[in-house]
């Protein structure tokens, strides 16, 4: 179909004076993965309930597969699925009792049904789990369930709020692999997520910080937004040696990565003066060198200058 899936212009949300959704503007293309990141409280759950005709906009125009959020709600709802960041399902219902249950929902009865239950629980691996209840499934198979029960009308457009949180690596993965599938058969998928490596896993991803959209792109295009120069610091001591850089001059951000640090620095220059504070404070230096930034580098960078700007 052509156009976009979702064109979004100066969208805001306000709960009495507090702005929750600051003005974004952003458009999805049919059949790609997008990926909606931000650290909880940015906006990224009332973003995704006002594209999916459940809260109403403040200001500002949102337009899903055609059709206005604000004045045409029961049109949007009917033609995507959603899956909730918390677990929405009926805990005392199997997994078949479930999806029968979403099915009738959106009026899919009889073989249709059935064709598109088995198909489900055939492609998200629910086979070994369809007579158990929602409350008993393990946690990467209870959002399995989940995804499924919104798939059940085949929707175009999908909409995922954190569809990973509380996962372990491995399973979270495993869900990727799920996304990628969908995506493969033409599906469009909105994903909100606060881990910053999925962003990876997209097509193109927003960054969302304080309800403000700080940055757009393709992983590649929002990685080279990086500010500054990106050194990884290797040392006898990461705690004493934040201590020591954090005001110095030259140095943009510090900020510890399990057993080094990562630099953000104005330039490569900074180096020489970075050696010698360490090692007249009797820290000693094993490596010093640039790295790319990742997604998490750039997020934190943009966020620091945000809260400067703030001041």
Partial sequence: MPGAAIKVENLVRRFGDFIAVDGISFTVDRGEIFGF?????????????????????????????????????????????????????????????????????????????????????????????????????????????????????????????????GMDPLARRVFWEIIYSLAKEGATIFCTTHYMDEAEYCNRMALLYAGRLIAEGTPAKVREMMRGVLLELSCDSIYRAESLLVDMPGIVEVTPYGMRIHLVVSSMDSVPAIKEKLESGGIKVSDIKRISPGIEDVFVSLMREQEGAAK
């Fill in 37 to 165: 990141l931000g650290p909880n409280g940015s906006g990224k759950s009332t973003t995704i309930r006002m594209l999916c005709g459940l809260l109403a906009p403040s200001s500002g125009k949102a337009v899903v597969l055609g059709s206005d959020v604000a004045k045409e709600s029961e049109s949007v709802r009917a033609q995507i699925g959603y899956m909730s960041q918390l677990f929405s399902l009926y805990p005392d219902l199997t997994v078949d009792e479930n999806l029968e249950f979403y099915a009738g929902i959106y009026g899919i009865n009889g073989r249709l049904m059935k064709d598109r239950k088995e198909k489900l629980v055939e492609k998200l691996g629910l086979g070994g789990y369809r007579k158990m209840l929602a409350s008993s499934l393990p946690g990467g198979f209870r959002q399995r369930l989940a995804l499924a029960c919104a798939l059940m009308h085949d929707p175009g457009l999908i909409f995922l709020d954190e569809p990973t949180a």
